[in-house]
């Protein structure tokens, strides 16, 4: 497709249940980028991809957390027994490099 | 020190004014350098580059100073419509990745 696209747009699931968020990428974006933000807040860095690798990952909030990427374009966020604190929108965005980011829409994630 | 600094704000300013945005990178390695906006609600979309020359849009102007380590963001002519959340970017500096600002929210009042 011609932009980043994110899966699904909206999420509601029950604390303690397993998500997992996919992220499209721009074909040939080579950096993948997965963010969240909770509503007011500024965007809070989760991880970056370069390729299939994962030279940053420092954002990531606690080990209920964790990313892949594979064939160096689809991307998988899961977060494993979700809590309500969980709860915001997660955001991916690619980019070549040296080149600005775009991103997807974001999937709206909400634990209740 | 953050990788990228901001002053969130909010800046309110009236229709019409000329508001300016700073911000500062720590990596002096960094190649890349970008203005995104936010609307509510919405993800960030590239506004403009910013190219070591300095370059305008309309009523934006963007600026490098590579020596300090900032860039700088000018609106003039203020319109109700650039009332949005202003996001420094930066790319190529820790990991050659790219990094955000938590951005400086700016609203237009009539």
């Known amino acids: 497709g011609a932009g980043v696209s994110q899966s699904p747009s909206n999420k509601v699931t029950e604390k303690g249940k397993d998500v997992e968020l996919r992220c499209d990428p721009i074909?040939?974006?080579?950096?993948l980028y997965w963010y969240r933000q909770s509503l007011g807040q500024g965007l809070e860095f989760l991880i970056y991809f370069q390729g299939n690798s994962a030279p940053d990952k420092s954002g990531l909030p606690s080990d209920r957390f964790s990313a892949e990427r594979t064939g160096g374009s689809v991307s998988t966020l899961t977060i494993q027994r979700t809590q309500q604190e969980d709860s915001a929108v997660y955001l991916c965005?690619?980019?070549?490099?040296?080149?600005?980011?775009?991103f997807g829409q974001g999937t709206r994630l909400t634990v209740v | 020190r953050k990788e990228v600094e901001q002053d969130p704000g909010p800046f309110n300013v009236p229709e019409g004014a000329t508001v300016a945005f700073n911000c500062t990178y720590s990596n002096s390695a960094s190649q890349s350098f970008f203005w995104y906006r936010q609307d509510c609600r919405k993800e960030p979309k590239l506004l403009m580059s910013v190219y070591s020359s300095g370059n305008e849009d309309g009523r934006f102007t963007a600026q490098l100073n590579r020596a300090s380590q900032y860039i700088s963001l000018l609106i003039r002519d203020s319109k109700l419509s650039d009332s949005a959340t202003y996001l420094c970017?930066?790319?190529?500096?820790?990991?050659?990745?790219?990094?955000f600002g938590i951005g400086t929210k700016l609203q237009v009042i009539p």
């Open positions: 074909s040939g974006h080579t950096a």
């Open positions: 965005a690619s980019s070549q490099r040296r080149s600005e980011a775009f």
């Open positions: 970017v930066v790319n190529g500096g820790g990991y050659q990745k790219v990094t």
